[in-house]
């Protein structure tokens, strides 16, 4: 990766942002103390830093500090405000959920260790995942008598059914390696190339246009989370292609790199 810019995201630096020139930012989850338990200050961070990445970032790494990944939401915390109710609304966690989701970057999940419950999710709602083989996955919450309200249906929507069944119903945890075999994420790779890992993949995805990016984005989760149909999924990807024409010239542009024998970002 090239020169970064790190700013403390106001939050006493529970959450790290590092800017790289090259398109690619990264958000840390910065306390290791508590197995980066989200509590208020944690999910105001990572909106504040969502924000701060906004327009400036094609893709971010999602990571944590220490041992784990994150450990969900802080339960330890009471009930805190922020004393401004349009931050509270944006840091409740269901909301930064969708605030990643609709997100104009590309967001990758490099899971160092534990993501439990909430944690868990957060690998769910990102749109690329690399984890380490030794992170440990899981949902305790029907341990306390629950039913995990994020985690469990952000597993059913992406994970076939036995398997969602499996983390929701036995609170046992999975490893990198059968993560990546369960398809919840892409590719596991040992702790020590985690990093270089991550890096990789977000250094090609960033290669790509700005604004394909993210409405190739919109595609994945609209189709087939909103449109399952077959004539209204190809009607929309239409609209997709003509929203990219009228949006930005790398089409054009790599269609005449194409047509004078010269590769564009992607090709072999």
């Not at 989850?29 to 989200?38: C, E, G």
């Not at 919109?218 to 909103?226: F, Q, S, V």
Request: with cysteine.
């Amino acid at each position: 990766m090239s020169a970064t810019t790190t700013s403390p995201a106001e939050t006493d630096q529970v959450v790290l942002v590092e800017h790289v020139d090259n398109g690619i930012s990264r958000i840390t989850f910065n306390r290791p103390h508590k197995r980066n338990a989200m509590n208020r200050a944690a999910r105001v961070g990572v909106v504040r830093a969502l924000d701060e990445c906004r327009g400036r970032s094609k893709v971010i790494i999602l990571t944590g500090n220490g041992p784990a990944f994150c450990a969900g939401v802080d339960l330890k915390e009471g009930d805190v405000s922020t004393g401004d109710a349009e931050l509270d609304r944006r840091s409740e966690w269901a909301a930064v959920q969708e605030e990643i989701r609709n997100h104009p970057a590309i967001v990758i999940a490099a899971v160092n260790g534990a993501a439990l419950g909430g944690g868990s999710t957060l690998i769910n709602v990102a749109d690329l995942a690399v984890a380490a083989d030794e992170a440990q996955i899981g949902m305790p919450e029907i341990g306390f008598g629950l039913y995990p309200t994020l985690a469990g249906p952000a597993a059913q929507l992406r994970l076939k059914p036995k398997h969602a069944a499996w983390l929701v119903l036995t609170a046992e945890r999975i490893d990198g390696t059968t993560a990546a075999e369960w398809g919840l994420v892409n590719r596991a790779v040992p702790l020590e190339n985690l990093d270089a890992a991550a890096t990789a993949l977000a250094e090609r995805v960033a290669s790509f246009d700005a604004t394909a990016l993210e409405w190739s984005k919109k595609a994945l989760w609209k189709i087939p989370g909103e449109i399952s149909e077959w004539t209204e999924a190809i009607a929309y990807g239409h609209e997709i292609a003509d929203e990219l024409r009228g949006r930005s010239t790398a089409l054009a542009e790599g269609l005449d790199r194409f047509r004078s024998g010269e590769r564009n970002p992607g090709q072999g």
